[in-house]
């Protein structure tokens, strides 16, 4: 109990291994690693004659980096029934039209209760990893999937952002955030 007595500050910290992922409106599977998940916006540097002292930075546009997910091997097919159809022959877009997903990185405070959700807007499987494999060890196989997505939501403190599969995009040419 915290000095004002109340329990639940005590609660409200966040650890890196309390989170979950929702792939198609359901949490899909308890991952041992979410890493990559992060935005760098580009920027110009540009100096100004006669200006020792200062840089002018112009910004340009952001660029998200791609989210591998990681997890015991399990008899779920959920990452290999995402990425085989995009390895199959098609033409055009229409093979991978309804194999965008907005996927919830959840993570939990100590209370259970969700304090930050990032939503990956129109995320696709770009890569699947089976575990190696190793006749003398005695560790979990772990098979990986890396996502590649075209914008990012935050938001704290919420429910579950139900993530979906995604029919195609808006008239704004963009996915919706659910």
Same mark, same amino acid.
């Given at each position: 109990?915290?000095?004002?007595g109340?329990?639940t500050?005590?609660? #409200?910290? %966040?650890?890196?291994?309390?989170?979950? %992922?929702?792939i198609?409106?359901?949490?899909?599977?308890?991952?041992?690693?979410?890493d990559?998940?992060?935005?760098?916006?580009?920027?110009?540097?540009?100096?100004e004659?006669g200006v #020792?002292?200062?840089?002018? %930075?112009l910004?340009?546009?952001s660029e998200f980096?791609? !989210? @591998?997910?990681r997890?015991?091997?399990s008899?779920?097919? %959920?990452?290999?029934?995402?990425?085989?159809p995009?390895?199959?022959q098609r033409t055009?877009?229409q093979?991978?039209k #309804? *194999?965008r997903? #907005?996927?919830?990185?959840? !993570?939990?405070?100590q209370a259970?209760e969700?304090?930050q959700?990032?939503?990956?807007?129109?995320?696709?499987?770009?890569?699947?990893?089976?575990?190696?494999?190793?006749? *003398?060890?005695? @560790?979990?196989?772990?098979?990986?999937?890396?996502l590649?997505?075209?914008g990012?939501k935050? @938001?704290?403190k @919420?429910? +579950?952002?139900?993530?979906?599969?995604?029919?195609?995009?808006?008239? +704004?040419?963009?996915?919706?955030?659910?």
């Open positions: 109990m915290s000095k004002n109340n329990i500050q005590e609660l #409200n910290y %966040v650890t890196a291994n309390r989170f979950y %992922v929702e198609e409106s359901q949490l899909t599977a308890s991952f041992t690693e979410c990559g998940l992060g935005v760098q916006v580009k920027k110009e540097v540009l100096f004659g #020792n002292e200062q840089q002018r %930075v910004l340009g546009q980096s791609d !989210v @591998t997910l997890r015991g091997l008899d779920s097919s %959920v990452f290999w029934d995402w990425i085989s995009l390895m199959a055009g877009n093979a991978i #309804n *194999h997903r #907005n996927v919830n990185i959840l !993570v939990f405070n259970g969700i304090m959700c990032w939503t990956l807007i129109g995320a696709i499987a770009t890569g699947w990893k089976a575990p190696g494999l190793q006749a *003398h060890a005695t @560790t979990a196989a772990i098979e990986e999937l890396t590649a997505y075209e990012i935050v @938001t704290f @919420t429910k +579950s952002g139900g993530a979906s599969i995604l029919e195609g995009r808006g008239q +704004s040419g963009y996915f919706s955030s659910n």
